[in-house]
């Protein structure tokens, strides 16, 4: 695997790895990482590029705790000695990763050998067995190490280079994870991590994970105000001019989410029931990874649809079952 570094500005890249997008600062010979890939395989080519640019690793920040962000802090820390930030919240989910609620499930294509029969003859059948590859989809669950988080990022006070007084904006993004927050580096390029989902991710995956509906709504009103015009989502393509298209997106996304919960629940339901609903409903495939995963959102948005009282939960027989409070 060979990894590409895409200049973004100024002293700002990323790099674009399988699964996410990983931010690097660079001023002289030091530099700051923006999160750190899926997996220790992309942690070693990430680590392999700066020793053969002869480039000093300050600073590790990691915009939230999931693995698909942080499956390389472990190997990359140990290597370069770099400290590693993140917000107090997700610090915990860091150093304890057995305490997450959160699966990242990714799906591709892989090659698999297999055997196929071939039965020839009437009276005497002779079977013959052929052996054969054959593309299937298979889904892949990744998963983190515990790290140790040195200092906490903390949203509304800058981050700082140790070399050079660079500055680096932290800002509260919190819903997607307990506390995820966007990192705008010096060059006022904004990291917002998974607070925003691009149309073609929505078409992929209808229905974004949630820890909290009402931050998530709170960061994406925040997204749509925001005064810079250059972004870099955990997943596909930076923005270069305007989200603006993206977040309504997300905005309906929910309200569309939303108003599937109230009408499947206009008779009580518990929640593996309705979540076996919800994934019919947006035609998403019924395995164990996802039902577990879209559970934990559908258990955020019923616990936010309670608060705002258009549902109501009862409890019989050691079942709760939830109701359109209409």
Same mark, same amino acid.
């Given at each position: 695997? *060979?990894?590409?570094?895409?200049? #973004?500005?100024? +002293?700002?890249?990323?790099?674009?790895?399988? /699964?996410?997008?990983?931010?690097?600062?660079?001023?002289?010979?030091?530099?700051?990482?923006?999160? *750190? +890939?899926?997996?220790?395989?992309?942690? &070693?080519?990430?680590?392999?590029?700066?020793?053969?640019?002869?480039?000093? #690793?300050?600073?590790?920040?990691?915009?939230?705790?999931?693995?698909?962000?942080?499956?390389?802090?472990?190997?990359?820390?140990?290597?370069?000695?770099?400290?590693?930030?993140?917000? &107090?919240?997700?610090?915990?989910?860091?150093?304890?990763?057995?305490? =997450?609620?959160?699966?990242?499930?990714?799906?591709?294509?892989?090659?698999?050998?297999?055997?196929?029969?071939?039965?020839?003859?009437?009276?005497?059948?002779?079977?013959?067995?052929?052996?054969?590859?054959?593309?299937?989809?298979?889904?892949?669950?990744?998963?983190?190490?515990?790290?140790?988080?040195?200092?906490?990022?903390? @949203?509304?006070?800058?981050?700082?280079?140790? =070399?050079?007084?660079?500055?680096?904006?932290?800002?509260?993004?919190?819903?997607?994870?307990?506390?995820?927050?966007?990192?705008?580096? @010096?060059?006022?390029?904004?990291?917002?991590?998974?607070?925003? $989902?691009?149309?073609?991710?929505?078409?992929?995956? @209808?229905?974004?994970?949630?820890?909290?509906?009402?931050?998530?709504?709170?960061?994406?009103?925040?997204? #749509?105000?925001? !005064?810079?015009?250059?972004?870099?989502?955990?997943?596909?393509?930076? /923005?270069?001019?305007?989200? *603006? +298209?993206?977040?309504?997106?997300?905005?309906?996304?929910?309200?569309?989410?939303?108003?599937?919960?109230?009408?499947?629940?206009?008779?009580?339901? *518990?929640?593996?029931?309705?979540?076996?609903?919800?994934?019919? =409903?947006?035609?998403?495939?019924?395995?164990?990874?996802?039902?577990?995963?879209? =559970?934990?959102?559908?258990?955020? $948005?019923?616990?936010?649809?309670? !608060?705002?009282?258009?549902? &109501?939960?009862?409890?019989?027989? +050691?079942?709760?079952?939830?109701?359109?409070?209409?």
């Amino acid at each position: 695997m *060979t990894i590409n570094l895409e200049h #973004l500005k100024g +002293g700002t890249y990323y790099f674009r790895l399988k /699964y996410s997008n990983v931010g690097l600062y660079m001023f002289k010979k030091h530099c700051v990482l923006i999160d *750190t +890939g899926s997996s220790e395989d992309e942690a &070693k080519e990430i680590v392999d590029y700066l020793l053969s640019k002869d480039l000093t #690793l300050e600073s590790i920040l990691i915009t939230h705790a999931h693995a698909d962000n942080l499956a390389g802090a472990h190997y990359i820390k140990q290597k370069t000695k770099a400290k590693l930030y993140a917000s &107090k919240e997700d610090s915990v989910i860091i150093e304890n990763p057995k305490r =997450s609620t959160h699966i990242t499930m990714v799906s591709e294509i892989r090659e698999i050998e297999t055997t196929e029969t071939d039965v020839q003859g009437d009276a005497e059948k002779v079977i013959h067995f052929i052996p054969t590859k054959k593309k299937v989809m298979q889904h892949i669950v990744l998963k983190h190490e515990k790290c140790i988080v040195d200092a906490h990022l903390v @949203p509304e006070k800058q981050f700082s280079m140790t =070399s050079v007084k660079h500055n680096f904006e932290i800002v509260n993004l919190h819903g997607h994870s307990a506390g995820q927050i966007g990192i705008v580096t @010096p060059d006022k390029v904004f990291f917002i991590g998974d607070a925003l $989902y691009s149309s073609d991710e929505l078409a992929e995956n @209808p229905i974004p994970y949630a820890f909290d509906v009402s931050k998530a709504k709170k960061t994406l009103d925040y997204l #749509l105000k925001s !005064k810079y015009t250059m972004f870099v989502s955990t997943h596909g393509k930076p /923005y270069d001019f305007s989200i *603006t +298209g993206d977040v309504y997106s997300n905005q309906r996304q929910i309200k569309m989410l939303e108003d599937t919960i109230i009408m499947h629940l206009s008779m009580p339901k *518990t929640t593996d029931e309705l979540v076996a609903l919800v994934l019919e =409903s947006f035609d998403i495939e019924e395995n164990i990874p996802n039902f577990y995963l879209i =559970s934990a959102t559908i258990s955020a $948005y019923l616990d936010e649809l309670k !608060k705002a009282k258009k549902l &109501k939960a009862i409890h019989e027989k +050691g079942k709760t079952r939830w109701f359109a409070d209409f």
